[in-house]
């Protein structure tokens, strides 16, 4: 479970979040979406503990994945971008890649899974990365799974495709994904917009 309370952050004088409070019950699956800038990803680094609490209170149980927006890719190859130096067995990377929608990409180059990603992921396309970052996160095998805007670069039709491989996987994880197309937030049982530092 995630459980938030009287959560309010500051960026110097600016005050992003107000006094948010949110309740995420296991397996939940949430969407959030509002305006650029309202303080989506500022909620997910506070959520993952990349940034410390001001003011509230945040309780999270769970090993947590988390995809962060603009993302990047380590310059090492696919495989090594999936399981970050973690022991990831074969068949649980290759789940990873399965859901994440890279298989036939990755089976169709030369050196496969294998191959480099460039030195600042230049070797593969927006697209691919995400779906690497992704694939990352999947393989970690987390207990809540975090998207902040992580599928913006894959048409509609891969997008849809993910969606509905990850039905399966993530039916006993929790997962909060923040989007901007609503379509992509279908899925979800519940769907805030964060709109002057509230979910509402
Ligand atoms: N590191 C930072 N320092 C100062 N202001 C920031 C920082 N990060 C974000 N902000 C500001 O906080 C607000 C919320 O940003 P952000 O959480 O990235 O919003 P969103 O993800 O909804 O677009 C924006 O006005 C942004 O300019
Ligand atoms: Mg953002």
Not at 184 to 194: E, G, P, Q, T, V
């Amino acid at each position: 479970m995630i459980q938030i309370e009287n959560l309010t952050y500051s960026y110097d004088q600016k005050t992003v979040l107000k006094n948010l409070n949110l309740t995420i019950p296991d397996r939940m699956k949430i969407g959030i979406i509002g305006e650029s800038g309202s303080g989506k990803t500022t909620l997910i680094k506070l959520i993952s503990g990349l940034y410390e609490v001001q003011q509230g209170q945040i309780i999270a149980e769970g090993k947590m994945s988390v995809v962060m927006q603009g993302n990047k890719l380590f310059p090492f190859t696919i495989r090594e971008n999936i399981t970050c130096g973690h022991e990831i067995s074969e068949n649980q990377i290759w789940e990873a890649v399965r859901i994440a929608q890279l298989e036939e990409w990755v089976k169709s180059i030369p050196d496969g899974i294998d191959t480099f990603t460039g030195v600042r992921g230049d070797n593969v396309s927006g697209g691919q990365a995400q779906r690497i970052c992704i694939a990352r996160a999947i393989a970690q095998n987390p207990q809540i799974l975090i998207l902040d805007e992580a599928t913006s670069a894959l048409d509609m039709e891969t997008s849809a495709h993910l969606i509905e491989a990850l039905q399966n996987w993530w039916k006993e994880r929790t997962v909060i994904s923040i989007a901007h197309r609503k379509e992509a937030l279908d899925f979800c049982d519940k769907i805030y917009r964060l709109e002057e530092g509230v979910l509402c």
